[in-house]
T-cell receptor
Framework: EDQVTQSPEALRLQEGESSSLNCSYT??????LFWYRQDPGKGPEFLFT???AGEEKEKERLKATLTKKESFLHITAPKPEDSATYLC???????????FGKGTHLIIQP | DAGVIQSPRHEVTEMGQEVTLRCKPI?????LFWYRQTMMRGLELLIY????????DSGMPEDRFSAKMPNASFSTLKIQPSEPRDSAVYFC?????????????FGPGTRLTVL
């Protein structure tokens, strides 16, 4: 059974204070690791897909990295508008659905 | 593109009533997924379709839940009879599949409250 564990559950940062969110996973035959952002009352919004260990992707202040056991979402000089819940999910071999972690609730204070 | 459309956005019903949630996927997408989100369990896959055919319904909690996809532009998730523990946010998502493991695009969700 695929499993995803995200840490920390919640994180409060000052504006401009860089940090990283962790996603540990166990999966049979990783097909893809996904990062989503979810704002209150909305559906998850796609950010990145990573396919193999060593891969990195960037988008504005966010950078996602992948190893064989975990992924990190690095947030550089965050702004208040980066406040959201960040969800990590994996897609395993033979399955098309995603297995999600419970997310990290990120708050950026001005 | 309008994105994934779900209706209703909010549903409040009483225990024992039938509830029907609706989803219109993004045009051209051949995969459709139904997820449920609760504080305790997070986002969980319930069922998904490929080319309108149900592929995996192992996440459907029990026989009270059923889903259909009569055509490429419409799907329903039905709960009959509903129970308070079914209260959650239900999301529909679609993707284009193919050789790349393309991202799933989520709708805004339906918040269901069963009294």
């Amino acid at each position: 059974e695929d499993q995803v564990t995200q840490s920390p559950e919640a994180l409060r940062l000052q504006e401009g204070e860089s940090s990283s969110l962790n996603c540990s996973y166990t999966v049979s035959g990783l097909r893809g690791l996904f990062w989503y952002r979810q704002d209150p009352g909305k559906g998850p919004e796609f950010l990145f897909t990573l396919y193999s260990a060593g891969e990195e992707k960037e988008k504005e202040r966010l950078k996602a990295t992948l190893t064989k056991k975990e992924s990190f979402l690095h947030i550089t000089a965050p702004k208040p508008e980066d406040s959201a819940t960040y969800l990590c999910a994996v897609q395993g071999g033979g399955a098309d659905g995603l297995t999600f972690g419970k997310g990290t609730h990120l708050i950026i204070q001005p | 593109d309008a994105g994934v459309i779900q209706s209703p956005r909010h549903e409040v019903t009483e225990m024992g009533q039938e509830v029907t949630l609706r989803c219109k996927p993004i045009s051209g997408h051949d995969y459709l997924f139904w997820y449920r989100q609760t504080m305790m369990r997070g986002l969980e896959l319930l069922i998904y379709f490929n080319n309108n055919v149900p592929i995996d319904d192992s996440g459907m909690p029990e026989d009270r839940f059923s889903a259909k996809m009569p055509n490429a532009s419409f799907s329903t998730l039905k709960i009959q009879p509903s129970e308070p523990r079914d209260s959650a946010v239900y999301f529909c998502a679609s993707s284009s599949g193919g050789p790349l493991y393309n991202e799933q695009f989520f709708g805004p969700g339906t918040r269901l409250t069963v009294l």
